[in-house]
């Protein structure tokens, strides 16, 4: 049950590229990777992509297919039409290194930006205790594979070039609010998540969560939760006052 | 997944801003930025992308105009014989409204013709609605562009999101919260009103449009993510508050709904207002099951 299907694939590097039209034997079963795979072994040998697992959980071959931020082995050839012509891209929100690969290190950067977890003093390692309840929550964002496709699909820097000093993007938003819902955590990162890592820049129109593989509710999760905490420190005035008169933190 | 290149610099050493392989400066709008792969169109999508935020624009831009103009109408609003409230103008608090629709008394004197019965209930439906986390996505996405879909660049050269004045507003989403969940006891108290007809207990096919409307603004309000927020999103140990870690397991399955709520709630309110204006109106006689 094989055909021939018609790709279109971007080549170049950062000083200039172009698409180029591809026709190709697609199998059964198939998904897009194994078709740059097979563009690779018969007709583009020097085509440069990114993977490494092949089942969604390495987060290497992000890419844009048909203009929407994609892993490339998790979609499948049968969500096409045999007659699609089939768009492939490499992340536009980052600097292109060659053909599908981009430079995606603004993510490491960013994520070194962020303080790691910060338990009480005076408990060791292994001395953590926590009820599941607590924990549970932030667990979601634990699925996250970092594959950077929602860093790519945010229009805050995908669009703005210049706001990527100051937003660190939907990924890293959502390890601040999984830190300050750790229930051990006790670094306040709420006036941290706003004046450092530009969490107002957001303004929540939930192309992270249309683009997560993983599925995690970063909108809905983590990031308007922690749009409400950085409201309760920053700016409202009857919560800053309740703590002050009751000193209570980390409830 | 693995980097491809060294360790990359920290904030304000270059980390973000790729060189300009061309020396240009990269401030242009659109994912057209210099080291960026040069591809013109502004998105490779194939599918409709535009027809929710048209969709969203036609819908909304209904309601906006309906209600701007409903507002300044000073009739039709109040149905004496069987009380019927529209909830546009619930309470109704001055001494021009009419005869038996202020249950709260008339606090306020007569207002100029061009006050609106409503002026400071409005408000506080409008914010609370325009503040609300899914309408600002759906208001940005379609009626500012900024997206207009995911992965389709918008046509601004700058954006500060909420930042700044006037956007930096929306943080106070929970205060109008707070003020319509006030607004909306007493329109719960206007539909349990429409079952007590001046004859005694009756109800008829606007009984139950109040009833169903107001359950959806119930469920509309209880499903806010403010209101998940206060019932326990706050709290870091669920453990050591039982009750709020219970209520906010019901308010975040509800909030999983807000979408729906939200629309379905906003022609409700506007589906409810239409049947009372046509009744006081006259157009239609509203059909009795009892009394």
């Known amino acids: ?251 | 997944m693995t980097t491809v290149s060294a360790t990359p610099p920290l904030r304000g050493e270059g980390a973000s801003t790729p060189p300009a392989v061309d020396g240009s400066a990269p401030q242009r709008a659109g994912t057209d930025f210099p080291g960026r792969a040069r591809i013109n169109a502004r998105t490779l999508r194939t599918d409709r992308w535009w027809l929710q935020p048209l969709i969203t624009v036609s819908v909304l831009g209904v309601f906006i105009v309906y209600t701007g103009v409903r507002i300044f109408t000073r009739e039709y609003y109040w149905v004496d014989e069987y009380h019927y409230l529209t909830p546009l103008f619930s309470p109704c608090l001055s001494d021009s409204c009419a005869p038996g629709s202020s249950h709260l008394g008339t606090p306020l004197p007569e207002l100029p013709f061009f006050i609106p019965l409503p002026f400071l209930i409005f408000p506080i439906l409008a914010g609370f609605r325009a503040t609300c986390y899914y309408y600002r996505k759906a208001y940005y996405r379609s009626f500012w562009l900024s997206p207009p879909a995911c992965a389709v660049a918008e046509p601004h050269k700058a954006y500060s999101g909420e930042t700044r004045f006037p956007l930096i507003i929306q943080n106070a989403h929970r205060y109008f919260f707070f003020a319509a969940s006030i607004l909306l006891l007493i329109n719960t108290y206007d539909a349990a009103l429409a079952f007590f007809p001046e004859t005694g207990f009756g109800f008829g096919i606007g009984s139950l449009i109040l009833l169903v409307n107001v359950t959806l603004l119930w469920g509309y309000s209880l499903s806010c993510h403010s209101c998940r927020h206060i019932t326990g999103g706050r709290l870091k140990h669920f453990s050591k508050h039982p009750l709020r870690y219970r209520a906010w397991m019901l308010v975040s399955r509800l909030n999983a709904r807000h979408m729906q709520f939200a629309w379905i709630s906003l022609i409700s309110v506007m589906a409810t207002d239409v049947y009372i204006l046509a009744v006081s109106a006259g157009w239609i006689s509203d059909f009795r099951f009892i009394g």
Request: with cysteine; net charge negative.
């Open chain 1, 1 to 251: 049950m094989s055909y021939e299907a018609h790709f279109r694939v971007w080549r170049g590097d950062a000083v200039g590229g172009d698409l180029q039209d591809f026709s190709v034997e697609v199998n059964e079963g198939e998904v897009v990777l194994d078709i740059i795979h097979r563009l690779q072994a018969t007709q583009a040998g020097d085509l440069a992509v990114r993977w490494n697992c092949k089942a969604g959980k390495c987060g290497s071959c992000s890419a844009e297919i048909n203009g929407r931020p994609r892993l490339l082995c998790m979609t499948r050839m049968s969500t096409f039409a045999e007659a699609d012509m089939i768009t492939v891209t490499p992340l536009r929100a980052f600097p292109v290194i060659r053909d599908l690969v981009t430079d995606v290190s603004f993510n490491y950067a960013k994520a070194r930006e962020i303080p790691a977890f910060a338990p009480p003093k005076g408990v060791a390692a292994g001395d953590y205790r926590m009820e599941q309840i607590d924990v549970e929550r932030s667990q979601e964002f634990r699925k996250c594979i970092e594959c950077f496709l929602c860093q790519n699909v945010c229009h805050v820097v995908r669009d703005h070039e210049d706001n990527k000093d100051a937003f660190a993007g939907p990924r890293f938003l959502m390890r601040i609010a999984e830190l300050d819902m750790h229930p051990l955590d006790e670094m306040d990162r709420k006036k941290q998540a706003q004046d450092e890592h530009g969490l107002g820049y957001c303004n929540i129109t939930k192309c992270c969560t249309e683009v997560c593989p993983e599925h995690i509710k970063i909108t809905d999760n983590a990031l308007i939760p922690m749009k409400e905490r950085v409201v309760d420190r920053k700016f409202d005035p009857l919560v800053w006052l309740g703590s002050k008169i009751r000193r209570r933190e980390n409830v």
